[in-house]
């Protein structure tokens, strides 16, 4: 009888309807993430001004923000993995909204610290969004499409600085948190049509379940299945545990590992799952990619801050006030539209590397580039200036940060790959945790140079690790 894997019947089908209707729900999931994250360039002065908080304080607000992230993505992960990704996805959805519904009607700041940590923690699931997606899209365009998705996070950036820009100036910062949790609360409605993840079904052997989703795609699409039926092989002639090499997990063997997959996912856990992630065959993989998710995060997030932060050091360190407010908000605004702008083009370009250069001289080459925009920034500079190579800086960063949440899926076994790319974001967060108390920081004490030099460094780093990654994953299979 003639047998089709998973990676057989998406390449048949291509990418059609099916696909683009998960891209809008997945990419709305990525909008509502951008929305939370780059609120904190916004609320942080007006809660310091209310309040009268400290400086300190008020760089506090956006680190408890990436640690509940951290808990969050490991969480989310296990649980996407263990339960299935539409559990991951409807928690994760219904928990950010009602937390930031809640944290707008904050009473002091201390509860709005503990709701927005809370936030965080549903926010940490936005990687169960890519992963999902990504299950559904066949190898030969899975980089490209992934591109496509990334855009999402690029109109969250700007919706949430023109939502910034209409609200707070006739409004509170209470609503914009509250409007802020809208488009997350707007995947619930909708959550009943989603369909699970066929390779998921497949780790966890529902084979017909995964039949009628692959069947479901096929009819959405106007086209056909591969003939036979959907492969569940226990390949009892390849012994998995004597496998060394690490690019074995990524040849195209359909889905002749969904026995040994699903052996892992029904043993103890996440504790299970962090063995296999640490195990021979992934530890350089698993170590390289936590320390790529960490230094990419501390400089997108310092980016992101940098926005706001250094066209004022750069007038009142020269001035010698340590702090000073900002004369206009509309200058606020004004560079954080051109500076996420700045994001569109990072994608274009990525996106023709990506299938053609692959993932991995991708990634080191945008990270060079952002090192080399970022260079001119040790000294002051004039606001024109600053503001391009923070332009230039901000397009290499998002595309090569791009890349490496592709690349993190790609490299991982079905089985633990949420859990595995919930652990490396996790790590990530740790970079936006560290990166508002120490860069931060620094120029608000009029340190740029070495501010700049830490960033500088850490970009390098980033980008000599994406050169030790072991495999390439550009057009193969995920198993």
């Not at 390449?11 to 999931?29: E, I, P, S, T």
């Not at 699931?125 to 999402?152: C, D, K, Y």
Request: charge should be negative.
């Amino acid at each position: 009888m003639e047998t089709f894997s998973t990676d057989d019947a998406l390449a048949a089908m291509g990418f059609g309807k099916f696909q683009a209707l998960v891209l809008a729900y997945a990419g709305m999931g990525w909008v509502a993430e951008a929305m939370e994250l780059m609120l904190l360039s916004f609320v942080g002065p007006l809660v310091r001004e209310e309040w009268n908080v400290s400086a300190q304080d008020e760089s506090l607000l956006s680190s408890v923000v990436f640690v509940g992230m951290l808990i969050g993505a490991c969480s989310w992960g296990y649980i996407s993995d263990k339960y299935g990704r539409r559990t991951g996805l409807l928690y994760s959805a219904l928990f950010t909204s009602g937390m930031g519904f809640l944290s707008a009607l904050s009473p002091n700041y201390l509860c709005l610290m503990a709701l927005r940590f809370l936030v965080g923690v549903g926010v940490g699931g936005g990687h169960v969004f890519s992963s999902w997606f990504l299950e559904f899209v066949p190898a030969q365009n899975r980089g490209t499409w992934m591109i496509v998705f990334s855009f999402f996070w690029t109109i969250g950036t700007i919706l949430e600085a023109s939502l910034a820009w209409v609200v707070l100036s006739t409004l509170s910062w209470r609503w914009l948190l509250a409007l802020t949790a809208l488009p997350c609360f707007l995947l619930l409605p909708f959550f009943g049509i989603t369909p699970e993840s066929p390779r998921y079904l497949c780790v966890q052997n529902r084979m017909s379940d995964a039949t009628l989703v692959l069947e479901r795609i096929a009819r959405t699409n106007q086209a056909a299945l591969p003939p036979g039926t959907l492969r569940y092989q226990q390949d009892s002639e390849v012994d998995h545990s004597a496998l060394t090499c690490e690019i074995d997990h990524l040849l195209p063997v359909g889905e002749k590992e969904c026995a040994d997959d699903n052996s892992i996912s029904s043993k103890s856990g996440s504790a299970a799952a962090l063995r296999s992630l640490l195990s021979r065959k992934l530890r350089r993989s698993t170590l390289l990619l936590w320390f790529a998710f960490y230094a990419s995060s501390f400089a997108y997030y310092g980016l992101v801050l940098l926005t706001s932060q250094l066209s004022d050091a750069n007038s009142s360190c020269a001035s010698g006030l340590r702090y000073v407010k900002s004369e206009a908000d509309a200058n606020l605004y004004k560079d954080t539209f051109i500076t996420s702008f700045a994001e569109f083009p990072g994608l274009v370009v990525s996106a023709i590397l990506v299938d053609w250069f692959g993932r991995k001289a991708t990634m080191w080459c945008l990270l060079f580039a952002c090192c080399g925009f970022l260079g001119p920034l040790v000294l002051h500079q004039s606001e024109l200036w600053t503001t391009g190579v923070l332009f230039g800086a901000r397009g290499c960063a998002i595309g090569s940060f791009t890349v490496l949440c592709l690349y993190a899926p790609e490299v991982y076994p079905t089985s633990v790959r949420s859990t595995g790319v919930g652990i490396a974001t996790a790590i990530g967060r740790i970079g936006g945790i560290v990166c508002p108390l120490v860069a931060v920081g620094m120029l608000r004490s009029c340190h740029q140079m070495e501010a700049i030099v830490v960033f500088e460094v850490v970009l390098c780093l980033a980008a000599i690790a994406c050169m030790l990654f072991p495999v390439e994953t550009k057009g193969r299979d995920m198993n």
